[in-house]
């Protein structure tokens, strides 16, 4: 069984447990009866890495006002190959 998502506009989000790969593209609201359009959301968020969710929530935050880049990063000195046979190749 999945939990799927679907938004009302009234009432909000309404959560439906079906077989996966049945979801219904429109489900009538429990409480208006109205047809709620279904959420698509990232399966099993809480489970990710810390740093995967941080990432994805500053990602959602810069969505609609992304931040202002005020100067170009700093650039990384080269790193130089391993392998001594690559010396010898040209480079950017």
């Given at each position: ?57 500053r ?25 001594p046979?690559l010396?010898?190749?040209p480079r950017?």
């Open positions: 069984m999945a939990i799927y998502q679907y938004r009302c506009v009234e009432h909000g989000i309404t959560e439906v447990r079906a077989p996966i790969g049945t979801a219904a593209p429109a489900w009538p609201c429990p409480r208006c009866t109205t047809d709620l359009r279904r959420v698509f959301t990232a399966p099993l968020l809480g489970l990710a890495p810390r740093a995967l969710v941080s990432a994805i929530d990602a959602e935050a810069t969505a609609s006002a992304p931040g202002v880049v005020t100067s170009p990063p700093p650039r990384r000195p080269p790193v130089a190959p391993r392998n046979a010396r010898r190749l950017p």
